[in-house]
């Protein structure tokens, strides 16, 4: 059974006395226990973590470079900095794409201007530009440049803008964009997002020529926004889109393009998937150019019928009957898939721990499965992303914000979920501790996960997590105590 208000208030309660008092009262205010009439999930959120506890954050940098900049795949990124930020961030999240690599692709390939003790000292600017340089030898079909700015450029005063500019007149039609995303800004890398989007703002759509590309409009456009192709998401995604009779203009970031980036300003509608990275952009479209946004979520088949259904209300009656065919298409294979595996699903529990939209989109897709999240919490979500939440988590769930390594390993020794859901710095943790788990930043290495297609494969990555013959060699902590 899960566990009841109350418990959870206890359970905090008792988790907080290990730390200093000063301590305990701040954390306090990040964990709690939703219950039901509620306008938010009553914890605090979006503040700079405490020194000495073990957060599991990423920063400034890491939002723009590893989450919204990097996937553009015909744009080559330079980590502007030491070697270490740009080696640690160097495809680590499976933006797949379509293309050559180091040809007219370059996701999964890393550049650094890679400081050293003199850079730090007497600058990075002239360093910057020669990279630049070469980048346009080596690789002359790059369609753009990103220069990712890690913490020591904020220190030392580099203008990352004005060689941009220079070497923009230099290559004409090139675009080059340098983003202010240091590393240290912001409390974390909901900030990098943000600064990433404006930069799109500023030195895409503000700079575009409206010649530059032959683009002829259908009422029927509209761009993916906030998918990152993790696993071939994107991919499924659009299927059921066009499926239902829309034209898909731009998808971004994931195995996007510049001249994708460039064309989204003429969509008719923009479909947002995850709030916390693209809100900023999809609001600032809204106000600039007129063009709605909807937040969709494609995470098992009761969502995916709501969200196809309400991006189908900004189009006729043509598309909103073809939406209808198409959720009947799909709804056989469907019921096959809850018949194959709910039985052995159905009353387990589940806490996750992610990032972006994850803590709240997955839940659909689990209880369409049988199974409860019983515990949820955002590394870097704000209290928006908490509201949205009310509309998917039950009465007495518990809720924890930049949760601890400490508190999240108690949490889960009192409540034991059947599955936990998180990165990769706690999968391992969890696993000794004899409890399944799912690495849910990248499907662990499976996927996709999103639309029609990719719930069959979620529902039989979570049957093959918990269900494994392998936890009968191992045990609990606490079933060991018993």
């Known amino acids: 059974m899960s566990l009841t208000v109350d418990e959870n208030k206890a359970l905090i309660e008792e988790v907080l006395k290990a730390y200093p008092e000063k301590t305990a009262k701040k954390r306090a205010k990040h964990l709690g226990t939703f219950e039901d009439g509620k306008p938010d999930c009553g914890v605090k959120s979006n503040i700079k973590s405490l020194p000495g506890v073990m957060t599991i954050r990423g920063c400034a940098y ?12 015909d744009m080559i990124h330079i980590s502007h900095g030491p070697v270490g930020c740009g080696q640690y961030s160097w495809a680590s999240r499976r933006n797949y794409y379509i293309g050559e690599t180091g040809i007219d692709t370059f996701g999964t390939m890393q550049f650094t201007s890679d400081f050293q003790e003199k850079d730090i000292v007497f600058g990075g ?21 990103t220069v990712q700015s890690e913490c020591p450029i904020g220190l030392i005063g580099d203008d990352i ?7 923009a007149k230099e290559y004409v039609g090139k675009t080059i964009v340098p983003v202010r995303c240091e590393g240290f800004r912001g409390v974390s890398q909901s900030l990098g997002h943000h600064i990433a989007n404006d930069a799109v703002r500023d030195w895409v759509f503000d700079k575009v020529d409206p010649n530059k590309n032959a683009f002829e409009s259908t009422p029927y456009d509209v761009a993916i926004i906030g998918d990152y192709n993790i696993g071939g998401d994107a991919w499924s995604s659009r299927i059921l889109l066009e499926e239902m009779g829309l034209r898909v203009i731009a998808q971004w970031s994931g195995d996007g393009t510049i001249a994708e980036l460039e064309n989204t300003p003429k969509a008719k509608l923009n479909v947002l998937h995850c709030y916390r990275s693209m809100n900023y952009i999809s609001r600032h479209m809204e106000e600039k150019y007129g063009i709605p946004w909807v937040e ?3 995470f098992g088949p009761t969502m995916i019928e709501k969200s196809l259904r309400e991006i189908a209300s900004h189009f006729d009656d043509t598309i909103k009957a073809n939406t209808e065919k198409v959720i009947a298409k799909y709804r056989g294979m469907v019921d096959e898939v809850i018949a194959k595996y709910k039985s052995r699903l159905e009353g387990k529990k589940v806490m ?19 199974m409860e999240v019983v515990g949820t919490g955002y590394e870097f979500g704000h209290n928006d992303d908490y509201q949205r939440t009310t509309h998917y988590v ?10 601890t390594g ?26 000794k501790m004899g409890v399944p788990f799912r690495q849910m930043h990248s499907w662990d290495y499976s996927g996709p996960y999103h639309g029609y297609d990719g719930f069959a494969i979620f529902a039989r990555d979570m049957d093959m997590a918990i269900n494994s013959p392998v936890w009968g060699l191992t045990k609990a902590p606490w079933k060991k105590a018993a």
């Open 62 to 73: 890491a939002g723009s470079k590893g989450v919204v900049w990097g996937p553009i795949k």
């Open 125 to 145: 600017d002239k360093k910057l530009e020669k990279i630049i340089d070469e980048i346009e030898v080596l690789f002359p079909l790059n369609k753009g440049i």
């Open 161 to 167: 803008e004005a060689v941009s500019k220079k070497k």
């Open 296 to 298: 969709y979520n494609f």
């Open 352 to 370: 996750l721990f992610v990032g972006g939209l994850r803590p709240r989109h997955v839940i659909g897709a689990y209880e369409d499965l049988g």
């Open 394 to 403: 039950k009465d007495g769930t518990l809720i924890y914000d930049d949760v």
């Open 406 to 431: 400490y508190e999240f390993e108690k949490f889960v020794e009192k409540v034991q979920p059947d599955l936990v859901g998180s990165g990769i710095k706690e999968k391992y943790v969890f696993q």
